[in-house]
């Protein structure tokens, strides 16, 4: 059973391009959470997404920044024209579908250089 | 009233040792306490978890502790081992309100050979 798989594990942007970050989850898993840890820092939450629907985006910053988990295929996280401050590794994490419950795995993560 | 506050920041251990480490949380929604262990260039791994109808888990090298009234949770990690050395996260969320996870600052384990 394969883990939380991210695409691409480094992404280098230039300031006002965009970034696409990808997450497949654990089979079986229909939650997605996506979470943003800038350097030396922990783990921030940014949106918590089910198949079709935001469930919760209050840790998404109010501009640039989308998230979507469609009925087929991957999780995306969109940044739109980045920002040196948007460097940051950025990692999703999946939990199995009706439980309730926290636990959540995490995929290897996106590493996102602006320069 | 979100914050997890964590302590201490880095922690240096000799091999066999007990490496504990500490956090603290404010709201009282919480009901879902876990630890991560993060290698350089990792991501998160689930380690253990607590919920709070138990003031204690154990599992293998590793233990929770757990104490509702001061609102304070622990990691202890026994026997450590230089594999050990990695940087661990406590976390707490409300499953029942969608379960986000509400991170501590991290603390830097080092256990020395």
């Known amino acids: 059973n394969a883990g939380v798989m991210q695409n691409p594990r480094h992404l280098v942007r230039r300031r006002g391009q965009e970034a696409r970050l990808r997450c497949s989850p654990m089979k079986g898993h229909s939650h997605v959470y996506w979470y943003r840890q800038l350097p030396e820092e922990g783990l921030k939450f940014m949106v918590y997404l089910q198949k079709e629907n935001i469930i919760d985006e209050s840790g998404m910053p109010k501009e640039r920044f989308s998230a979507e988990f469609p009925k087929e295929g991957p999780s995306i996280l969109r940044i739109q024209q980045v920002v040196r401050g948007d460097s940051a590794a950025y990692f999703c994490a999946s939990s199995p579908l009706g439980q309730g419950t926290g636990e959540q795995y995490f995929g290897p993560g996106t590493r996102l250089t602006v320069t | ?113």
């Not at chain 2, 138990?54 to 990691?75: C, D, P």
């Open chain 2, 1 to 113: 009233q979100q914050q997890v506050k964590q302590s201490p920041q880095s922690l240096i251990v000799q091999k066999g040792g007990i490496s504990i480490i500490n956090c603290a949380y404010e709201n009282t929604a919480f009901d879902y306490f876990p630890w991560y262990q993060q290698f350089p260039g990792k991501g998160p791994a689930l380690l253990i978890a607590i919920r709070p109808d138990v003031s204690e888990k154990k599992e293998g090298r590793f233990t929770i502790s757990f104490n509702k009234s001061a609102k304070q949770f622990s990691l202890h990690i026994m026997d450590s081992q230089p594999g050990d050395s990695a940087t661990y996260f406590c976390a707490a969320a409300h499953e029942t309100s969608g379960s986000r996870l509400t991170f501590g600052e991290g603390t830097q384990l080092t256990v020395n050979p």
